[in-house]
């Protein structure tokens, strides 16, 4: 567990808790206005895989609510390991106190860790200060297209 401030902590989750998924519907539903189609067995399967790593920001002046989280995603193809952040949520009610700041350097050091050199994430425009926080922590913005197959 990493410490960012006195009163936050960066943990990686080790197992698929009620508590967890509960404070994970409640903060996904702020990342996203689509319906969530998130189980208690999605949780497990995430949390069991060798190819994900969920972190939460917990903050002890709240008792140690999960005020944050993000998923780091492990990619392993012929061309190296590479690693992909994901679905990265503060709570609405914690924004600007350095979270998100701290779980994303949490996952680089972790993916460091592993050996992997390359992270990639995307990031609506939209969300203009995670873009600035991003860009300052050094992801620079590829050219590139981006596809996605729904079926």
């Known amino acids: 567990m990493n410490k960012i401030k006195s009163n936050i902590?960066?943990?990686?989750?080790?197992?698929?808790s009620k508590e967890i998924y509960n404070a994970m519907i409640e903060l996904l539903s702020q990342l996203t206005s689509s319906?969530?189609?998130?189980?208690q067995k999605d949780l497990e399967r995430i949390v069991a895989s060798n190819s994900s790593i969920l972190f939460t920001a917990l903050d002890e002046t709240l008792?140690?609510?999960?005020v944050g989280i993000l998923t780091l995603a492990i990619i392993d193809i012929p061309t190296g390991?590479?690693?992909?952040?994901?679905?990265?949520?503060?709570?609405?009610?914690?924004?600007g106190r350095g979270i998100g700041e701290a779980i994303t350097l949490a996952a680089i050091?972790?993916?460091?860790?592993?050996?992997?050199?390359?992270?990639?994430?995307t990031s609506n425009p939209k969300r203009e200060a995670a873009n600035r926080l991003y860009q300052r922590l050094g992801f620079k913005q590829r050219t590139t297209?981006?596809?996605r197959y729904e079926d």
Do not use: H, P, W
Request: hydrophobic share 45%; net charge positive.
């Open 9 to 16: 902590s960066i943990k990686e989750v080790k197992e698929a």
């Open 35 to 39: 319906e969530l189609a998130f189980s």
């Open 63 to 66: 008792n140690n609510k999960i």
């Open 81 to 95: 390991m590479l690693a992909k952040i994901e679905d990265v949520v503060v709570d609405k009610t914690a924004r």
């Open 109 to 121: 050091q972790r993916a460091k860790e592993l050996g992997i050199t390359k992270i990639d994430l």
């Open 145 to 147: 297209n981006v596809y």
